[in-house]
């Protein structure tokens, strides 16, 4: 801090005013008895006063001069201390110290003990200040660098030219394709040539056609022994009665096809959760089967080639409070299987053909028999002389009844043993879900998204198929 030093007159001032002071109060009766060599005498006047006293009072005023002097020379070290202590302060702000450096005068002592608080607190708030100065330009050029590498970004992207479709760049992404593409089909053909071939893997040879028996032909189809002049048939009802309808509209739309290929006779059984094979006739069933993930089954035993027993489920589990089309449509899929048909379409999803053979998801476009159904019959079995040959409309129309001959005729037992093996491998088969059916024997056939096919070796020349129409 910096102290004004007064001026001549001030100082002349002062020493005048102090010496004229000092004399008039030792004058005064109760001043000091001690002698004042420049108390005023009585009869001088102010005037001969001052000029008595001038030199003493010069002086006085040229010491008050020199302490004036002294006083601003030591103003003038307390402004340079400061600003030595200041920048003392910044440099060691800029070095991370906070020592106070000691006094080293006498004078300097007169504000180190005041200062050195100060000073320090004053470092470490210039040192923060410089700190945040830091930072905050730090920061500052983060952001503009960020902002500058977006906008290089922004018009690099802008003035970039679209990329050619060029040969190289055709083959970056072929070349990988091809390769993955050739690893997964030598996986199927290993698999295909190995004994573990795993069941839920589709057949490499009808990879192209999963269908589990569209691609049969009437040559190929599975077939009753007949006289090439049609297929006489007995079909049995072991339903409940609320089943009872849409198994005669079954058996009624199958026997008045065109060509007249089927005749059919029908007689009651008691009800047969089981559904036991019965020798040479299709045998038809109802019951709550569980949770297995077909709606519809269908069994035919095989010997020597030929169907010589069949049987049809409906499982409840997945009929009941469906519509009466999803019902008549599953009678009818079923006991097609039991005449030796094959599918003729397993896309659920494209047109309806007309016929319940084929796979729909509207079961009332398609829960009949069509044409196709029964021209191809006509080939497996042949026609019965003086028949309809040509394809015409159905004889029986929507909502009419005929009458079937109801026969009575005594079963045919099968074999202990092959009722006892059927009763051992054919339950756990139906409700399997894993996939795994081949472990327990069974070869699979064929497989779609909406059925499968498996087919195992009972021993003498016995053979059992079962077709499941998937949920």
Not at 387 to 396: E, G, P
């Given at each position: 801090?910096?102290?004004?030093?007064?001026?001549?007159?001030?100082?002349?001032?002062?020493?005048?005013?102090?010496?004229?002071?000092?004399?008039?109060?030792?004058?005064q009766?109760?001043?000091?008895?001690?002698?004042?060599?420049?108390?005023p005498?009585?009869?001088?006047?102010?005037?001969?006063?001052?000029?008595?006293?001038?030199?003493?009072?010069?002086?006085?005023?040229?010491?008050?001069?020199?302490?004036?002097?002294?006083?601003?020379?030591?103003?003038?070290?307390i402004?340079?201390?400061?600003?030595?202590l200041y920048?003392?302060?910044?440099?060691?702000?800029k070095?991370?110290?906070?020592?106070?450096?000691?006094?080293?005068?006498?004078?300097?002592?007169?504000?180190?003990?005041?200062?050195?608080?100060?000073?320090?607190?004053y470092?470490?708030?210039?040192?923060?200040?410089?700190?945040?100065?830091?930072?905050?330009?730090?920061?500052t050029?983060?952001?503009?660098?960020?902002?500058?590498?977006?906008?290089?970004?922004?018009?690099?992207?802008?003035?970039?030219?679209?990329?050619a479709?060029?040969?190289?760049?055709?083959?970056s992404?072929?070349?990988?394709?091809?390769?993955?593409?050739?690893?997964?089909?030598?996986?199927l053909?290993?698999?295909?040539n190995?004994?573990?071939?795993?069941?839920?893997?589709?057949d490499?040879?009808?990879?192209?056609?999963?269908?589990?028996?569209?691609?049969?032909?009437?040559e190929?189809?599975?077939r009753?022994?007949?006289?090439?002049?049609?297929?006489?048939?007995?079909?049995?009802?072991?339903?409940?009665?609320?089943?009872?309808?849409f198994?005669?509209?079954a058996?009624?739309?199958?026997?008045?096809?065109?060509?007249?290929?089927?005749t059919?006779?029908?007689?009651?059984?008691?009800?047969?959760?089981?559904?036991?094979p019965?020798?040479?006739?299709?045998?038809?069933?109802?019951?709550?089967?569980?949770?297995?993930?077909?709606?519809?089954?269908?069994?035919?035993?095989?010997?020597?080639?030929?169907?010589?027993?069949?049987?049809?489920?409906?499982?409840?589990?997945?009929?009941?409070?469906?519509?009466?089309?999803?019902?008549?449509?599953?009678?009818?899929?079923?006991t097609?299987?039991?005449?030796?048909?094959?599918?003729t379409?397993?896309n659920?999803?494209?047109?309806?053909?007309?016929?319940?053979?084929?796979?729909?998801?509207s079961?009332?476009?398609?829960?009949?028999?069509?044409?196709?159904?029964?021209?191809?019959?006509?080939?497996?079995?042949?026609?019965?002389?003086?028949?309809?040959?040509?394809?015409?409309?159905?004889?029986?129309?929507?909502?009419?009844?005929?009458?079937?001959?109801?026969?009575?005729?005594?079963?045919?037992?099968?074999?202990?043993?092959?009722?006892?093996?059927?009763?051992?491998?054919?339950p756990?088969?139906?409700?399997?879900?894993?996939?795994?059916?081949y472990?327990?024997?069974?070869?699979?056939?064929?497989?779609?998204l909406?059925?499968?096919?498996?087919?195992?070796?009972?021993?003498?020349?016995y053979?059992?198929?079962?077709?499941?129409?998937?949920?």
């Amino acid at each position: 801090m910096t102290i004004p030093a007064p001026s001549s007159d001030e100082i002349l001032a002062r020493a005048l005013q102090g010496a004229y002071d000092a004399g008039y109060h030792s004058s005064q009766p109760n001043s000091s008895n001690r002698p004042s060599p420049t108390a005023p005498h009585a009869e001088e006047s102010f005037g001969d006063y001052a000029r008595r006293i001038e030199a003493p009072t010069r002086a006085l005023h040229a010491s008050a001069l020199e302490t004036v002097e002294q006083d601003a020379a030591y103003a003038r070290r307390i402004e340079e201390q400061e600003r030595a202590l200041y920048e003392s302060a910044m440099n060691r702000s800029k070095r991370s110290l906070y020592t106070v450096t000691a006094p080293t005068s006498h004078n300097d002592s007169r504000t180190s003990t005041a200062g050195t608080t100060s000073d320090a607190a004053y470092a470490r708030r210039v040192e923060q200040e410089l700190q945040d100065e830091e930072v905050a330009r730090q920061m500052t050029n983060q952001e503009e660098t960020r902002a500058s590498t977006h906008r290089a970004h922004v018009l690099a992207a802008q003035s970039a030219p679209l990329r050619a479709c060029s040969v190289r760049r055709i083959c970056s992404y072929l070349i990988p394709l091809a390769i993955i593409g050739g690893i997964v089909v030598g996986t199927l053909v290993l698999f295909n040539n190995s004994d573990s071939f795993p069941d839920w893997l589709p057949d490499f040879e009808n990879f192209a056609d999963e269908d589990p028996f569209n691609s049969t032909g009437p040559e190929g189809a599975d077939r009753w022994k007949s006289n090439g002049e049609g297929l006489t048939m007995e079909i049995v009802n072991a339903l409940d009665d609320d089943w009872y309808s849409f198994f005669y509209q079954a058996v009624d739309d199958w026997d008045a096809g065109t060509p007249d290929v089927l005749t059919l006779t029908t007689s009651v059984r008691a009800p047969d959760f089981e559904c036991t094979p019965i020798n040479g006739k299709i045998k038809v069933c109802n019951g709550d089967y569980g949770n297995t993930d077909w709606r519809g089954i269908n069994q035919i035993l095989i010997r020597n080639g030929f169907i010589f027993a069949s049987t049809a489920k409906m499982n409840e589990n997945y009929l009941n409070g469906v519509s009466s089309a999803q019902k008549q449509y599953t009678m009818c899929h079923e006991t097609g299987h039991g005449f030796g048909l094959p599918h003729t379409d397993v896309n659920f999803y494209n047109a309806d053909r007309g016929e319940c053979m084929d796979y729909t998801d509207s079961p009332a476009n398609n829960d009949q028999p069509g044409p196709e159904n029964f021209e191809f019959l006509a080939v497996m079995y042949g026609v019965p002389e003086g028949s309809q040959t040509a394809v015409t409309t159905s004889a029986v129309q929507p909502g009419e009844r005929r009458v079937f001959e109801t026969v009575d005729t005594e079963d045919e037992a099968l074999p202990d043993w092959l009722l006892s093996k059927l009763q051992q491998v054919v339950p756990a088969f139906e409700n399997r879900m894993d996939g795994k059916d081949y472990e327990e024997g069974w070869r699979l056939l064929h497989r779609s998204l909406h059925g499968v096919a498996h087919e195992m070796d009972l021993g003498d020349d016995y053979s059992v198929r079962v077709r499941k129409l998937h949920v």
